[in-house]
């Protein structure tokens, strides 16, 4: 996914007429408006987590899962999100995206479905499998629960507290970063989130990988996601070769300014101008 280029002097003119204006601000607001309901929608999950009372009950094990209904729907909401606001258009870019694809589907059947990791867990910890309800499938609640450490309502409601908050900001960085590039194809993007991190798309879908693992687990989607990040970082210095070759100094110097996933320390930022500015 190339999402920044650069102007080029071959670009048609933004001002061809009032008809391309006025279709170009509409597709512009409703790219944001998309973006506010995203945000919007996982803020309002956040506060309505963080404002929940802990789970003093847990769900059983026959209640909780054999339901593939909603394994369906949230495989099919999650990637209609990453490959809509993401769409790849390379084969490494389409390997990507079969590998994110593969582990939601891996963790939503897990969550809803057939519990795999439960079925190996539970005789290593001498548990029956049917003792694995709602809580306690939250296994790293479940996990400092029997380390004394937290009590397994207070783990839970730490550990999607924490996985929500993730998710929340992994998504609205996924959405403000596609609505900035969608359809800027003569323009380096390097205003508004573009000012904080270079590829603020991928540093989202990594913190998403990172959330889900920690809300939930399994034997597929932990060593799954360290391969994950790894292939996104090298499809992020890939596009960074590709912007140097076609913007030269204009990405160097953007490139030096900016950090392709981690954004700067205020104070760092602010050293790191007044070293361009002598230079």
């Known amino acids: 996914m190339e999402h920044r280029r650069g102007k080029s002097a071959s670009a048609p003119a933004e001002s061809a007429g009032p008809w391309p204006r006025a279709a170009a601000q509409a597709g512009a607001a409703f790219r944001w408006l998309i973006v506010l309901a995203v945000i919007g929608f996982w803020g309002w999950l956040f506060l309505a987590q963080v404002s929940m009372p802990r789970m003093s009950y847990s769900l059983p094990f026959d209640a909780w899962y054999g339901h ?26 389409w390997r990507n995206a079969g590998m994110y694809s ?30 694995f309800g709602l809580n306690e499938s939250h296994l790293w609640a479940y996990l400092l629960d029997r380390a004394h450490a937290l009590p397994i309502d207070r783990g839970v409601y ?4 924490t996985s929500v908050a993730l998710i929340a900001v992994g998504m ?11 359809g800027r194809r003569y323009w380096l993007v390097t205003t508004g989130i573009y000012r904080i991190v270079r590829h603020p798309q991928y540093l989202g879908l990594i913190l998403v990988i990172v959330a889900f693992n920690i809300q939930w687990p399994t ?12 292939m996104y970082v090298r499809q992020a210095r890939r596009e960074d070769r590709r912007l140097e070759h076609r913007f030269g100094n204009h990405f160097h110097r953007y490139a030096a300014r900016v950090p392709a996933f981690i954004p700067r320390l205020p104070w760092r930022s602010a050293r790191t101008q007044r070293t361009e500015s002598f230079e």
């Open 68 to 93: 593939w209904r909603e394994a369906a729907i949230a495989s099919a909401v999650f990637l209609a999100f990453v490959l809509g606001l993401v769409w790849p258009r390379g084969p490494a870019e």
């Open 102 to 131: 593969a582990f939601l589907i891996s963790l939503f059947v897990e969550m809803f479905g057939v519990p795999l990791t439960i079925f190996l867990v539970a005789p290593l910890l001498d548990v029956p499998v049917f003792a």
């Open 158 to 161: 730490w550990v999607m507290t």
């Open 172 to 182: 609205a960085l996924v959405a403000v970063g596609w609505a900035q590039v969608y």
């Open 219 to 230: 034997i597929l989607t932990l060593p799954m996601a360290p391969v994950l990040i790894v």
